[in-house]
C-alpha cells in the first residue's frame, strides 16, 4: 500500500520544492514502499489514547488556516472503530471561547488535519481526515455522546467529532524539545521529596549529636 498520507499532501508545487531541494527521489520511494493508508495500528491506537490533547486544524472559505488546541482527560480522543475500511476517531468537543472557528469551518469543508505530540519520548503523529460534526442536542445523538463520554469530567460538550482517517504519518523526533507534564513529573519528584525529607532527618540527628550535654 503506497504512503497515502504524503500522496494527499504531495502538489505540483510541493513536487517542485522537493526537486529543488533535492528530495524527490527519496520521496518517490517513501510513497511506493511504505504502508499508511487510513487503518491505524496497535501502535497507533495506544499513542492516540495515551494523549491529552492534539492540534486540529481546518480551513475556512477564505482559505486560511485555521489550527486549534483540543485538549481533555487522557484518552478523550479515542478510535471509535472503522468505515469503509478506514479507522474512525472520535471526541466529545468541549464548549469553549465562544468564537466557533473550528465548528464554522468544518460547516465549509471537512477535511482536517490532526497533529499528535509527545513530548516527553519526542514522538509526533499527523493525520489527515474526513470530519462530521453531530450537534449534541440533535435527536439519535445519544450513541455517539456514549462512546466519547468522559464520566466525572467538568465539561459541557456541545458536539462530537468524529474523523474517518484518510492517512497517517509519523515524524522524526529532530527539533523536539523534550517537555513533561506534571503528571509525568510526580513519580520522579516523589523521589526527590522523599531523599530531600530523609536527608533533613539525618541532619537533624547529627545536629542533635553535636549539642554538648549540660553538666
Known amino acids: 500500500m503506497p504512503h497515502r498520507y504524503l500522496a494527499e499532501l504531495t502538489t505540483p508545487s510541493v513536487e517542485a520544492a522537493q526537486k529543488e531541494y533535492g528530495s524527490h527521489s527519496a520521496m518517490r520511494r517513501m510513497m511506493a514502499g511504505r504502508h499508511a493508508d487510513g487503518v491505524l495500528g496497535e501502535e497507533e491506537a495506544e499513542f492516540i489514547g495515551e494523549r491529552d490533547g492534539f492540534y486540529l486544524g481546518t480551513v475556512g472559505e477564505t482559505g486560511w488556516p ?52 509527545d513530548y516527553a519520548h519526542r514522538q509526533r503523529l499527523k493525520i489527515l481526515g474526513e470530519a462530521r460534526t453531530v450537534d449534541a442536542r440533535e435527536e439519535g445523538a445519544a450513541r455517539l455522546l456514549e462512546q466519547v463520554a ?16 484518510i492517512g497517517y504519518d509519523w515524524n522524526c523526533p529532530q527539533h523536539i524539545t523534550p ?33 554538648t550535654p549540660k553538666d
Do not use: C, H
Open 66 to 117: 485555521y489550527v486549534q488546541y483540543r485538549g481533555g482527560p487522557p484518552g478523550f480522543l479515542r478510535v471509535l472503530g472503522t468505515e469503509n475500511g478506514a479507522s474512525v476517531l472520535g471526541w466529545a468537543d468541549f464548549r469553549g471561547n465562544r468564537q466557533y472557528v473550528s465548528a464554522g469551518n468544518l460547516k465549509a469543508s471537512n477535511r482536517v488535519s490532526l497533529f499528535l505530540m
Open 150 to 165: 468522559l464520566p466525572g469530567y467538568r465539561a459541557n460538550v456541545e458536539r462530537v467529532i468524529t474523523v474517518r482517517v
Open 179 to 211: 517537555r513533561w507534564t506534571q503528571a509525568e513529573l510526580k513519580p520522579a519528584l516523589e523521589l526527590l521529596q522523599k531523599e530531600v525529607e530523609d536527608l533533613r532527618e539525618e541532619n537533624r540527628r547529627l545536629r542533635e549529636r553535636l549539642v
